[in-house]
């Protein structure tokens, strides 16, 4: 069975400072791996994926991820962040079978204040 | 493009009663959309896999005569909640499917925000 554990249930920090929320996740296979936010009350916003190639990826909004396969995390992180960052993330992971479902992690909140 | 859309946003509903809640891919076909619900501060539990043109798939533990599915189209699937009671007042958010050579992308729509009182 895959999984995926986010160890924070919140992250707090000053706007300006770099972030990083953590994720960790457990799949048989080589995985595709996903970062999503969600805004109150919103559906869910894709930000980045891994699936093959550089270990770190880009995605939107000046976030990033990096995908370490030896202590299987894939942390979100952003260099400097706004008090617009201020959401729900997700982390997600699905098998690279034509099958395969995401399963979610529990979600971490970001709180970023002047 | 990959637009989802859910309707209606928000619905309160007295117990006893059934709701409807589409689920629509504007720009794409999806042949398979997904069904989520989301408990306050938690994370998003798989309800059920629907197939366009045939029977949704269900999660073990989801009561597939409560949760009706249907997907009869390749833009639209819906969800009837029957007979519904206060406990299953939640947000649930649908999901299309769009495969992209080897792999597939997931999209998600806004949610819908059940209350039954």
């Known amino acids: 069975a895959q999984s995926v554990a986010q160890p924070e249930d919140q992250v707090n920090v000053a706007e300006g400072n770099p972030l990083t929320v953590k994720c960790t996740y457990s799949?048989?296979?080589?995985?595709?791996l996903f970062w999503y936010v969600q805004y109150p009350n919103r559906g869910l916003q894709f930000l980045l994926k891994?699936?093959?190639?550089?270990?770190l990826v880009k995605g939107s909004y000046g976030f990033e991820a990096e995908f370490n396969k030896s202590q299987t995390s894939f942390h979100l992180k952003k260099p400097s962040a706004l008090v617009s960052d201020s959401a729900l993330y997700f982390c997600?992971?699905?098998?690279?079978?034509?099958?395969?479902?995401?399963?979610f992690g529990t979600g971490t909140r970001l709180q970023v204040t002047l | 493009g990959a637009v989802v859309s859910q309707h209606p946003s928000r619905v309160i509903c007295k117990s006893g009663t059934s709701v409807k809640i589409e689920c629509r891919s504007l720009?794409?076909?999806?042949?398979?959309m997904f069904w989520y619900r989301q408990f306050p501060k938690q994370s998003l539990m798989l309800m059920a896999t629907?197939?366009?043109?045939?029977?949704?798939?269900?999660e073990q533990g989801v009561e597939k005569d409560k949760f009706l599915i249907n997907h009869a189209s390749l833009t639209l699937s819906t969800l009837t909640v029957t007979s519904a009671h206060p406990e299953d007042s939640s947000f649930y958010i649908c999901?299309?499917?769009?495969?992209?050579?080897?792999?597939?992308?997931?999209?998600f729509g806004p949610g819908t925000r059940l209350t039954v009182t």
């Open positions: 891994y699936i093959t190639g550089d270990n």
């Open positions: 997600a992971v699905r098998n690279t079978g034509t099958a395969s479902k995401l399963t």
């Open positions: 629907s197939n366009e043109g045939s029977k949704a798939t269900y």
């Open positions: 999901s299309a499917r769009v495969t992209r050579g080897i792999t597939y992308e997931q999209y």
């Open positions: 720009d794409f076909q999806a042949t398979t």
């Open positions: 799949v048989s296979g080589n995985p595709y």
